[in-house]
């Protein structure tokens, strides 16, 4: 299959048609209601090119993914490979030319065995047993997963999910892939793996088309071409390197990594050369502050000796002590089952406490019955895409459940619904509209308003940035500064270490269960870096590691500004 | 409270000779076991069925704490029964035969169940679509969708655990704003369910269209010119497992 791959390319070079071609595509939904979703987009891919198609949410580049994979008709235009409509070529013709990688992998895998879900496309290719066989061994060993050839998909992490409903597209043994957003819902490690496999299988002379809205600097080396997509158009395209330097004219935020290389080339520093610094002697700058220092210690959660297990074997929470102070943003952090959900759902009493105590204001945290109704609203939960909860007709009815269950009524209903609004910045005239018209960044506020609408001391959120482009990320980041700043306890559970740095007060570290360390982000440092792989960490943090290696004066930073400032003398 | 640890009918894959049993044998094996126990009168032919059920998950190295937990929400099922059965019977006859019928019927129920489940236990659930298949062909040349209705069953199959633990988070998420899923007479009690209902309703659409977009993009375009990795094969152990069930099936009916 390899050799065919290189030959096919080779062939196709000769002749100078692109492999794919979008020739002024329009598309909409409803064009009265919500106008053109894509609007004359051209572009073309050659074979075996890599490139990226950035937007940010509601760009159109579902809409656009779906129509180059032949599964919705352009309304204008077209799509072309080797010249052929797509629109016009036979079902399985297409489905042996493109291959398409989703973002949320449980949604792709249809059987319950990795080798029987790998099958799946050869079987609808209508090949000989054997032949099948072959070709999910292959796939297989592309994608790395050769060893959880015989496992059941259900005993598979996400990365490695992801991964077989990439295989599952190389079985098909197509000649372009187009992913969207494949890495959205992976953690740092689980997305180099797929970058890997990716590089492979490029080098191998596939075309790969990568639809994003976030710049990851994992892969950028390897993209030959960026296309950026706005409300529905192309509003750039150029090289890799040509694009760096626009980045943030076109709306997109730099990775540290690339802003510290940029400023290495500066300073004269070329590639891994960082010996130079090893002599030099660095000033190390005061601390820049993001928050303002907390204002009294008083304790909102007290929790002692807290064990939690689900079944007879494993704790999911072991001996636990910590204290959360009042109005302070604590992050929690540790790798998936580290307790992290099971922790944050005992604060509203969602799970019982086995053993153990919670002292909430110094009191009981109460277990059952009315009082139990009670601390829900002074403890608000948003759990991991809140947007899938919301259920009612309009963003007023929505945000009005919580203060009616709490007993509100008339204008003190009215009044907490317009306080939830205000807090997530979103303006009276979303007050009529249907939440499921609303875009995915939108929803996710409302959400969010929704809870905040009873006023709750304190509000933990899981994960409130997941999927989310960057500047609703920064939308949300300073909601909760500012709900911070007057007063609110905010407890986040996050992956994301460079918010987490750069936001909290006080950071917890979970490990199975257990508390590593809890203390301000510049106490905790040296534990994360034990706990979390390098992968993880923030870049600045990455690189101030590399340099202390070599030179013990410098001190681990994860602030981008405050790392310049240490080579302000030299 | 919470339904995530639920998993009714999941595929264990253990490898066992059950599990390498084909589809089709293991449902024709269901047919028969299940239309002799339907009818069965005293506790001497339940035995009998409780027995092989016992060599049955047995041989197929699933532990009765799996099985026993993937049938839970059949017990309730089982103790429904069992109250209706025992009413009924009260205004009939007297109290001990009432109480004998009731516990029999229910007993009949947990032996027939667990049968059942051991289908879905023992079969993925893409290869019990195929078997289905193959069964309703006869069907399908009447234009019955035989082929949709099996993959449907399958890929349902598939998505149980998933919408498990997607209720599991909804019902957490609205008792975090203050629902009162448990208060209240039945009227009240149904209308707390609707902000439960309607967001899963939302994601079960969704996951169904994503899952469809991610079917026809691997080139799936219904059952026609659809090849197996490993095409059913009827071997011995087959044909064995139907002859025995059919059988002891036809001792009883003959009984």
């Known amino acids: 299959m390899n050799v065919n791959r290189k030959q096919k390319q080779q062939q196709l070079n000769r002749n100078n048609q692109p492999f794919l071609e ?12 919500t106008g053109r979703t894509l609007n004359s987009v051209s572009f073309f891919v050659n074979k075996g090119e890599r490139i990226a198609l950035l937007g940010h949410n509601g760009s159109g580049k579902s809409t656009l993914t779906k129509i180059l994979g032949g599964l919705l008709e352009p309304d204008e235009g077209a799509c072309f490979i080797d010249g052929v409509d797509i629109n016009k070529m036979d079902f399985q013709d297409l489905r042996r030319k493109i291959g398409m990688v989703f973002q949320d992998p449980e949604n792709q895998i249809v059987a319950a065995m990795v080798e029987d879900d790998v099958a799946f ?54 000649e372009c892939l187009i992913l969207d957003e494949p890495m959205a819902m992976l953690d740092p490690k689980s997305r180099l793996r797929i970058e890997k496999v990716l590089r492979f299988i490029h080098g191998e002379g596939m075309t790969i088309l990568q639809i994003t809205h976030q710049i990851e600097t994992e892969n950028f080396d390897d993209i030959q071409r960026v296309l950026v ?73 007290n929790i002692k000796n807290l064990s939690f297990k689900y079944d007879e074997k494993n704790f999911a929470l072991k001996n636990l002590d910590t204290e959360i102070f009042s109005g302070s943003w604590l992050s929690i952090i540790g790798h998936t089952g580290s307790g992290k959900s099971t922790l944050v759902q005992h604060l509203n009493a969602l799970y019982k406490i086995q053993s153990g105590e919670i002292f909430f204001d110094a009191q ?13 609203q002074r403890v608000g939960l948003v759990f991991q895409h809140p947007e899938d909860q919301l259920f009612s007709p309009t963003v007023r009815e929505e945000l009005a459940f919580a203060p009616k269950n709490a007993g509100l009524k008339n204008s003190k209903l009215d009044e907490a619904v317009l306080f939830g609004l205000e807090c997530v910045g979103l303006g009276k005239n979303f007050l009529e509209r249907n939440p499921l018209a609303l875009s995915g960044g939108e929803r996710r506020l409302v959400a969010i308003a929704s809870v905040l609408s009873t006023r709750p001391e304190c509000i933990v959120l899981d994960e409130p940035l997941a999927g989310l482009d960057a500047s609703y990320q920064k939308k949300i980041l300073e909601m909760l500064k500012n709900l911070r700043n007057s007063g609110t306890t905010i407890i986040t559970i996050t992956h994301n270490l460079d918010t987490a740095l750069k936001f909290s007060d006080r950071i917890l570290i979970l490990r199975n269960g257990e508390k ?12 994360i870096m034990n706990v979390l792989e390098p992968e993880s960490w923030p870049d600045v943090l990455r690189v101030s590691a590399e340099i202390r290696k070599i030179n013990k004066n410098f001190p681990l930073l994860y602030d981008y500004q405050e790392f310049i400032k240490c080579f302000s003398q030299i | 409270m919470f339904l995530s ?6 595929y264990v894959p253990t490898g066992s000779i059950i599990h390498k049993l084909d589809p089709r044998a293991k449902l024709f094996s269901l047919i028969f076991i299940i239309s002799a126990i339907f009818p069965a009168k005293n506790f001497f032919q339940l035995a009998f069925w409780a027995a092989l059920l016992a060599v049955i998950v047995h041989a197929s190295k699933i532990s009765w704490r799996i099985l026993l937990k993937s049938s839970r929400p059949v ?61 309703l062909r006869p069907l399908a040349k009447i234009g019955f969708p035989a082929h949709e ?30 629902a009162r899923l448990d208060q209240g007479n039945l009227f009240q009690k149904v209308m707390a369910f609707f902000p439960v209902l309607i967001p899963l309703f939302i994601i079960i659409f969704r996951r169904a269209d994503e899952i469809a977009t991610a079917m026809e993009a691997r080139g799936y375009d219904g059952g026609s010119g659809r090849t197996r990795r490993k095409p059913l094969v009827w071997k011995f152990n087959d044909t064995a497992s139907v002859i025995i069930s059919g059988i002891s099936a036809g001792i009883f009916f003959v009984l």
């Open chain 1, 22 to 33: 979008v020739r002024s595509v329009s598309f909409s939904y409803d064009e009265k209601i």
């Open chain 1, 121 to 174: 496309a050869p079987e609808n290719q209508g090949l000989p047993s054997e032949e099948i066989q072959l070709r999910v061994d292959i796939a297989l060993k592309e994608a790395d997963l050769l060893h959880k050839k015989d496992a059941p998909v259900s005993a598979l992490s996400g990365g490695e999910k992801q991964r077989t409903a990439l295989a599952g597209v190389l079985a098909a043994d197509v």
């Open chain 1, 229 to 301: 997509l706005s409300k529905g158009q192309i509003i750039w395209q150029g090289k890799t390197q040509e694009f760096w330097d626009k980045a943030e004219e076109l709306g997109f935020e730099l990775p540290d990594e690339l802003k510290i290389k940029k400023f290495f080339n500066r300073l004269g520093v070329r590639g891994e050369g960082l010996e130079i610094f090893s002599e030099k002697n660095f000033s190390v700058p005061a601390k820049l502050k993001n928050n303002s220092e907390i204002k009294n210690h008083e304790t909102k959660f």
């Open chain 1, 364 to 376: 009981k945290l109460p277990q059952k019955g009315e009082e139990v109704h009670a601390l829900r």
């Open chain 1, 516 to 527: 590593i360390k809890e203390g301000s982000p510049d106490e905790v440092i040296e534990e």
């Open chain 2, 5 to 10: 640890d639920i998993n009714l009918g999941q």
């Open chain 2, 75 to 135: 017990f309730f099922l089982v103790a429904f029964t069992f109250i209706f059965n025992l009413i009924a019977a009260y205004f009939s006859s007297d109290l001990s035969t009432a109480v004998y019928r009731a516990f029999f019927t229910s007993i009949r129920l947990i032996v027939l169940m667990l049968f059942a489940i051991m289908l879905p236990l023992t079969t993925a659930p893409l290869e019990l679509a195929d078997g289905l298949d193959y069964l």
């Open chain 2, 149 to 178: 209705c099996s993959m449907m069953i399958g890929m349902a199959l598939r998505f149980i655990p998933l919408l498990m633990q997607e209720t599991d988070k909804i019902i957490k998420a609205q008792l975090s704003r203050g």
